[in-house]
């Protein structure tokens, strides 16, 4: 459906994106991903052909996106991290407009606006004047005039930035709705996102691929074991006496007891347990533990997630801890957004 | 041909909605009829004659063009609605043109205004109805040239007011070229005299249709035309 091959491209004595290199199969949703400046909206308006590429060459369908631009173009749908909206135009004459341009069969324009309108839920606003959108029905004005012509090839720059956590789950609940008929190319640097909608996942760093598979695959290839972080209220020893008869754990302090070991004060040690198997040993832990006396002050799963792969791949070690990384969201729950809002 | 007209639609609803139209518009009527005033009803010329009023409201064309072509362009990028039309299936040809062809429909109804001139004198005695008609014409021609020049100031900044400006300048400069060669009557004067912007003009009013001087106005829309469209496809390739 798509080759992306060796695709570079330079801007002013800056490199943008560098010999980027990857295809999607029809069908598939795939996530983008990068910190900001990585090359995300770069990669994205060169497939649209909004931007040329310096070198290299993109093909849509078998078609290229440079000698066959056009067609190329009618075959995609595309949505800017801005939505192009006209502020003076209504939704429904914008929608018409958008699909006159976009080659909507005359006699299909008001079927389809119509189509839109009610797939978008944005029944109530049909006369309203863009300009008085809030941002969120913008963005699924933007996303209707994206799909009106039935696009092969949905790429959508950051969808769901900007709205608020009732929004971002409207919009994405709409994208895994679309990937059924369509093929997704979105960029997100919300990492959850990812793993909830996509079956794939790219991940560029300073225009460069530096990682593409499925999130589900890297979720358990790094995560076939099993990672719980404790807080104990023992001594080093007594944890290191208890646990390492456990064959299937392994234990690793991360802090700890603080010092003076020879006072008589109860000292807590914080340590990290890694299963073997990707099994849930929380259980016995407890019980273990439990049995010897030891209270368990703190007991969590780590998630062996997305992020730290992501940390890992997009922070090299001059960079680390500075640079791109901190724009991540780092959305633990991103299904649980009632919570945010109701503080 | 389709998109192309549907970017007219959208340039001339846009037109109809924004207020800077009412202000050129307001401010060509409204100078216009007081030069008539002054050059016409005040002194009250034994000789009805359309060109007495014309040449002097000719240049408020200078103010008026920039006014209404500033936003074309410079505002679709601005707003990043260029991102919307670069990757539609439509040729960057049809965008402009499109956007061209609003602007003469707006230059058409700005000339139909100016006819109100000619159909009050006609009440004072008998008017040349061909220098009024090819007077008219020959309007079409200039405004559609200065639109086209407009138009292309519009490509060159995604600001309104320095597209405006921009675009002021290079009429002005087209339009003085001949004075700015000095004294009448030397080389340099002859040669830039045939490009000056109302000096082919003046052949409409006198009643004459001459094809030079249609060439010369279409010949000029079509490259400033051109230009804006090499200025937003060079946009690619940034």
């Keep these: 459906m798509l080759e992306v091959k060796q695709v570079s491209k330079e801007y002013d004595g800056r490199r943008g994106v560098h010999q980027l290199d990857f295809t999607m199969e029809r069908g598939e949703i795939v996530g983008f991903l990068g910190p900001n400046g990585a090359g995300k909206t770069t990669t994205m308006r060169m497939i649209t052909g909004y931007l040329q590429p310096t070198a290299g060459s993109i093909v849509v369908d078998g078609q290229s996106v440079h000698d066959q631009g056009r067609a190329v173009r009618s075959k995609i749908g595309y949505l800017p991290e801005t939505p192009p909206l006209y502020p003076d135009m209504t939704v429904q004459s914008y929608l018409k407009f958008v699909a006159k341009l976009r080659d909507v069969p005359a006699r299909e324009i008001k079927l389809r606006v119509s189509e839109m309108v009610s797939r978008l839920g944005l029944q109530e606003r049909e006369k309203q004047l863009v300009r008085g959108l809030s941002k969120g029905y913008k963005q699924r004005l933007g996303l209707a005039g994206a799909i009106i012509h039935k696009p092969d090839l949905l790429v959508l720059d950051e969808p769901t930035s900007g709205l608020d956590p009732n929004q971002i789950i409207e919009i994405r609940d709409l994208i895994r709705e679309l990937g059924e008929n369509h093929t997704v190319l979105l960029s997100t640097h919300i990492l959850p996102e990812v793993s909830t909608l996509c079956n794939r996942m790219l991940i560029i760093n300073q225009g460069q691929l530096v990682l593409d598979g499925s999130p589900q695959h890297f979720g358990s290839s790094m995560g076939d074991q099993f990672k719980v972080s404790i807080e104990v209220k023992a001594t080093e020893q007594q944890l290191h006496n208890l646990l390492t008869p456990w064959e299937k754990v392994r234990s690793e302090v991360i802090q700890p007891s603080d010092g003076n070991s020879d006072t008589e004060q109860q000292e807590t040690v914080k340590m990290l347990l890694t299963g073997e198997s990707p099994d849930d040993f929380r259980e016995e832990l407890f019980y273990l533990l439990s049995g010897a006396g030891l209270p368990i002050l703190e007991m969590k799963k780590e998630n062996l997630s997305l992020e730290q792969i992501f940390l890992k791949l997009t922070t090299t070690e001059s960079d680390a801890g500075s640079s791109g990384t901190h724009d991540l969201v780092m959305e633990e729950s991103a299904d649980s957004p009632t919570e945010e809002e109701s503080k | ?238």
């Design chain 2, 1 to 238: 041909m389709r998109r192309m007209m549907a970017i007219c639609n959208k340039e001339l609803q846009a037109y109809f909605l924004s207020p800077t139209s009412y202000f050129a518009f307001a401010v060509y009527v409204l100078m216009t009829s007081l030069l008539f005033y002054s050059s016409f009803v005040y002194y009250q010329p034994s000789i009805v004659d359309y060109r007495l009023v014309l040449g002097d409201t000719l240049s408020m064309l200078l103010f008026v063009v920039p006014l209404l072509t500033m936003r074309l362009v410079a505002e679709e990028f601005r707003q990043g609605t260029d991102e919307l039309l670069l990757t539609s299936p439509a040729r960057v040809t049809e965008v402009i043109f499109g956007k061209y062809l609003a602007s003469l429909a707006i230059l058409i109804v700005l000339i139909l205004c100016s006819l109100v001139y000619p159909f009050i004198m006609s009440f004072f005695g008998t008017l040349d109805l061909t220098s009024v008609w090819l007077s008219a014409l020959g309007l079409f021609f200039l405004g559609g040239s200065m639109m086209a020049i407009g138009l292309f100031a519009s490509t060159l900044s995604q600001h309104q007011m320095v597209s405006a400006v921009a675009g002021f300048i290079i009429l002005l400069v087209l339009w003085m070229l001949d004075s700015f060669a000095g004294n009448t009557g030397s080389a340099l004067q002859q040669w830039l005299d045939p490009f000056a912007l109302t000096n082919r003009f003046d052949s409409f009013t006198k009643g004459v249709l001459s094809g030079p001087d249609i060439l010369y106005y279409v010949t000029l829309s079509g490259v400033f035309l051109l230009l804006s469209i090499q200025i937003v496809e060079r946009k690619r390739w940034r």
